[in-house]
């Protein structure tokens, strides 16, 4: 394991006499780390391996290129795809039993062919069921309140957006787990099932046999649901269907792909989902991004720069008082063999809350650009992601380089 980048201080290892016991290796190593995906990358004089840990890139490996062809027959035929397509890309899954928990994790993989073979990603999902409740998600307590006042309705489009990898669907289920299951019948549709709720009714998509989610919306509606948990909303078809489904008494709960909480609102829009209709479905987005959080064994005072500051007070300043802001100390780590020599130890998320009040009704049916929204949001109190991010340096959990990151 290397955690800097340096690739040439890496010796390439030419005899791997037993592929599985070393893939069962890699596989222990990157679920023991915490990594979220492992690269498989080959070149025109080696094999490339890389964990993507808290968002960053560590070196695992390099192979000679004449153990390319065993690396990946063996993770095709763990993954159950096959073996003689490198023309196209492929998809499959594994399920790893990781012995130090007796606990069998989901490996979803990507074949992609290069000019070197064919490059493979797999993305590690190992069920954490201490997140799985709204306590866990790191929700400052403004927040928190905004949350749990929308999910006292009993109608309504909830979503949670942001990019790939911020672990929106865990979101999704701290939230759903709100819910008494046995008090309400709650229908979920995903893509891949990861995490397995007693007494909810979870299904897969598949998309092989038109089992999609705007397809299965159409036959759920006739299963007499309370609550809907929509893995995502890709199309124009599902985001309609979610809609609607919010406007017949249903909640419905879902993620999406954008930039920001008032982003959210005009990717619907331009989805042609009716504003007025979203106007009248849409309680709240949650807007997030996985980041990371400073070693508890290792951290200090941090001195901040003077450009560091001015964006601190720039940020914060709206909505701390100067007084206070002046005695503000924060932290950031230094080096120890806890945090992998990194500063940091696993992530946390920070939000952007948009509740859709009145307020913000005439905007979406005049189909007003994000940025109106999201002044209009400020001016009633939404705490921006930079600012949540910061307020997060206030408390210790992250550095205030961490969060600036997000400007």
Sequence with gaps: MNNNLNIDALKVKRDIWDIVDYINKMFTNAI??????????????FLLIRFRKDGDFLLYDKLHVENISWMITR???????KIDENKKPQDGKIVYMYEKESLNVDIRLSTLPTNYWEKIVMRILKQDESLINIEALWLIDVNLEKVRESLNSTYWIILVAWPTGSWKTTTLFGILKNFNPLEYNIETLEDPVEYNIEYVNQSQVKPEIWYTFSTWLRSLVRQDPDIIMVWEIRDKETAILAVEAALTWHLVLSTIHTNSAAATVQRLINMWVEPFLLASAMKMVISQRLWKKICPECKEVDVLKDIEKRK????????????????????????????WFTWYRWRMWFHEVLVVWEFMEPLIIEKESANVMRDAAIKHWMITITQDALLKAVLWETTVEEALKLI
């Design 312 to 339: 601190v007070w720039e940020i914060l300043g709206p909505i701390i008082e100067k007084s206070e802001l002046e005695n503000v100390v924060f932290y950031h780590g230094k080096w120890c063999e806890k945090c």
């Design 75 to 81: 993770l095709k035929v763990l993954s159950k795809i």
């Design 32 to 45: 023991d780390l915490w990594a979220s995906d492992i690269h498989i990358e080959p070149t025109e004089f």
